[in-house]
């Protein structure tokens, strides 16, 4: 009889058997993976080098990187938050470093340190890691403790840890067993966009734009979102396939469901310049007085990159006339297009091949101080198998390191 099984051997199985086992060193952990490799997203993710947390070392701010999950979270990372990953793997001789925009990775820019760091703890803590091995269901028995069915094979143990990701087949399995699932859609997106502005520009950024759309109250209700929330900024990338950069990523986060709902058919606004209408109104004026000899596009507005301010003088028909000769109706449709460019979005592309998965084990069926299931004692969460998201930048790791450190110290 196993003391304690985990199910999925990724980030956040393995954070949860190596801390178990420190913290009891006799209970029996093992796990169980239903894929040939262990870690596989940590592999891949952050480009190879694996974005393993962020410098954030307040709580209260740390948590508005979740769209789901934030007021769960702050009871969470009270207890473990991204100083205590740093510490951890410290301990373990993996340095952190931080890069200008606050994501940290190991030293060796390499996520195989990660990886061999988790496995080689295994080793040193006799934690059996079992692959090819897919949970096929489990049944709770009266004594609170479980049966694990594999194929060929019966597995019993008293405590049993769900870290298997995002996986449909699992979700449905926990669902048979009364634990409420909310529906699983993407998140971290880029928007695609066919549009003369930005055609043949891509690789361009622009270093603050603001990208917004609008939905009707209902439908914001529905979703619990608020109108302001739709609204992100930062820097913007125009790609090949439309617009992506951190202000889309944004945006796709915390409207992953609302954007499902609209099957990724919505219009957006982008204001490339971060300025009010009016004010920029004013500002148009003032460059039409002090260059009225000048041709628009040899004169950029603000720090706009001039390859898209000469394809958005050329869209309004202004590319071949002088500041001076502007009327007043260019001048506000100038600022329209500056501050408010509509776009209509027709779909969503992958950013970098990384993407989380907005939707999970509902976050009411959990009790956040043990990370164990509301319905059935003795069962345990971890990871993205929760209804627990954020935007890029080591959030979605530092998630699952916390998550599965409250899980040890709360096992016994
Ligand atoms: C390309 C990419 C790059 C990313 N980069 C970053 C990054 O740099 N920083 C960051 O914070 N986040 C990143 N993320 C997100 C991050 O990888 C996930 O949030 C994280 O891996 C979740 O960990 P987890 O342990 O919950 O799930 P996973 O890592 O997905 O592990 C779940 C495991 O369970 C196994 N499993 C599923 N079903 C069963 C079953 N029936 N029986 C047994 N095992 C099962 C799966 O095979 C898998 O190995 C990235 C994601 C992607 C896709």
Known sequence: MLDVAIIGGGAAG?????????????????????????????????????????SCFDNSQLISYYPRGNKELLTVFNRFNPQ?????????????????????????????????CFLSECKQLHIPIYIQKPLL??????????????ENETVNCHKLVFTSGSSEFMWNMLKKKGIPIIEPVPSLFTFNIKHPLINGLQGLSVKHATVSCTFDKDLLKKHQLKKDQLSQSGPL???????????????????????NDQ???????????????????????????????????????????????????????????????????EINKLAIFL????????????????????????????DFKSMQSKQIKNLFFA???LNIDALTGGFNFQAAWSEAWIISQNIA
């Open 137 to 150: 269901d489990f049944h709770s028995k009266e004594d609170m403790s479980f049966t694990l069915f594999f």
């Open 84 to 116: 205590n990953t740093i510490e951890w793997f410290k301990q373990r001789n993996i340095n952190l470093k931080t890069e200008s925009d606050g994501r940290m990775f190991p030293e060796s820019n390499q996520s195989e340190t990660i990886i061999n």
């Open 339 to 366: 501050t408010e460019s509509p776009f209509d979005v027709n779909g969503k592309s992958t950013f970098k091949e990384e993407f989380v998965t907005a939707g999970g084990i509902d976050l009411k069926a959990v």
């Open 263 to 329: 099957s990724y058919q919505f219009s957006i606004q982008v204001n490339w310049i971060n300025d009010s209408l009016d004010n920029t109104i004013l500002q148009l004026k003032k460059l039409k007085e002090s260059n009225s000899k000048k041709k628009t596009t040899n004169t950029p507005f603000t720090n706009l990159p001039s390859r898209l301010w000469e394809s958005m003088c050329a869209l309004l028909k202004i590319e071949t006339k002088n500041w001076g000769d502007l009327s007043q109706n």
């Open 237 to 259: 990338l125009i790609t090949h396939w439309g617009l992506s950069g951190p202000a889309v990523l944004k945006l796709s986060s915390i409207g992953a469901r609302i954007f």
């Open 14 to 54: 393995f954070f949860a058997a190596i801390n178990i086992k420190y913290q009891h060193p006799n209970l029996k952990v093992a796990i169980f993976e239903k894929s040939k490799t262990v870690l596989g997203k940590v592999s891949i993710s952050g480009g190879g080098r694996c974005n393993v947390t962020h």
């Open 383 to 385: 990871g993205e198998v």
